[in-house]
């Protein structure tokens, strides 16, 4: 085995998701981490995964995973804490009547 051949062995990771050819990669992301918050894994005002933990999580780029985090904000899905993170935004409340 070549020195650094086991690094690539530990590092393998199974994908998370099969990506369709014909969908941006960061939309289809974004809709599992859309969905994680729907489901509850991620609830309110927790934080979401860093660019970098996407970029490993799914093996895409972290120019890939900044879209993801910018289109979640754009949705008003996550808000972002310069130097603390992203988080999952408090769901609006329902005006009182």
Known sequence: ?????????????????EFEADVPRWKQ????????IADGTYPPRTRVPSVI???TEFGIAQ??????H?????????????GLGS???QPARPPSS
Not at 29 to 36: C, G, K, L, S, Y
Not at 63 to 68: D, G, P, R
């Open 1 to 17: 085995m070549r020195p650094l051949a086991w690094y690539a062995l530990a590092c393998h990771v199974d994908p998370v998701i």
């Open 70 to 82: 910018r289109g979640l904000r754009e949705e008003g899905l996550i808000y972002t804490e310069p």
């Open 53 to 55: 933990q996407l970029a």
């Open 29 to 36: 992301v974004a809709e599992v981490i859309r969905d994680r």
């Open 63 to 68: 120019a890939t995973a900044q879209k993801v």
């Open 87 to 89: 988080f999952v935004k």
